[in-house]
């Protein structure tokens, strides 16, 4: 089974920048489309950013100009460069992963799924 685990998040001021990782197992990390997603208490989990493995991005339109997604498949890693962050950012952001190259937006179309890295961004 695909393990994802999430690190980087921490408390930041307004305005300061974050960068969060996500380690992956498996041995055809290149060929899954991958995601950043994130959820405050309350509400629904909302799409943040993904990637496929031809590079292909799609971001959700607060955090666009903002946030960056990459990957490095020879380390089977994800990164979310997040910068000018914003008191709304604030959430627990999760990593996760479907084994199709196509980018999507919706949670259930994640089978696999992190345990999650808490962002706090103070005004």
């Known amino acids: 089974q695909v393990q994802l685990v999430e690190s980087g998040g921490g408390l930041v001021q307004a305005g300061d920048s974050l960068r969060l990782s996500c380690a992956a197992s498996?041995?055809?990390?290149?060929?899954?489309?991958m995601a950043w997603f994130r959820q405050t208490p309350g509400k629904e989990r909302e799409f943040v950013a993904a990637i496929n493995g031809a590079d292909s991005t799609s971001y959700t339109d607060s955090v666009k100009g903002r946030f960056t997604i990459s990957r490095d498949n020879a380390k089977k890693s994800l990164y979310l460069q997040m910068n000018s962050l914003k008191p709304e950012d604030t959430a627990q952001y999760y990593c996760?992963?479907?084994?199709?190259?196509?980018?999507?937006?919706?949670?259930?179309?994640?089978?696999?799924w992190g345990q999650g890295t808490q962002v706090i961004v103070s005004s």
């Open positions: 498996g041995r055809t990390f290149s060929r899954y489309a």
């Open positions: 996760a992963a479907r084994n199709y190259a196509g980018v999507r937006t919706a949670p259930s179309e994640y089978p696999y």
